[in-house]
């Protein structure tokens, strides 16, 4: 019975161990992140800023036409946003991934096989 006696304050010392450790991971991770971070917070306002103007204008002005909304459609992502981080969106061209299409004409031809 001493065996059990020993035992339990050694698997509390260890169970409290791995309570800090891993307490000490999830604060260091938290804190950590932010570091890595190499752009400056307000490196991206000035573009927000204009997207925001352009939503206020299409709010408050009258419902645009159809001729109006295609136009500013075809200039880029959607009518408010415009063109705006179009270069940051994943498309098949800037990705290597398979389309969906690809995939089902791969899956086709091996059924055909």
């Known amino acids: ?10 698997k ?4 409290s161990l ?10 260091v991770s938290n804190a950590f992140t ?9 490196k991206g306002e000035a573009q927000l800023l204009g997207i925001e103007k352009e939503a206020q ?9 159809l001729e109006e909304t295609q136009k500013k459609a075809n200039e880029g ?15 098949p061209s800037n990705t290597s991934a398979t389309s969906f299409e690809q995939q ?5 031809s091996k059924i055909k096989d």
């Not at 791995?18 to 999830?26: E, N, Q, R, T």
């Not at 204008?57 to 036409?65: F, T």
């Not at 992502?77 to 498309?91: H, L, T």
């Open 77 to 91: 992502i959607n009518e408010v946003q415009g063109d705006a981080d179009s270069e940051k969106m994943k498309n």
């Open 12 to 15: 509390r010392l260890v169970r």
């Open 1 to 10: 019975m001493s065996f059990i006696s020993f035992n339990l304050p050694v």
């Open 104 to 108: 089902v004409k791969k899956a086709v």
């Open 57 to 65: 204008k299409a709010v408050l002005k009258d419902p645009m036409s």
């Open 18 to 27: 791995i309570v800090v450790c891993f307490c000490a991971l999830m604060f």
């Open 34 to 42: 932010a570091f890595a971070v190499t752009s400056s917070p307000t």
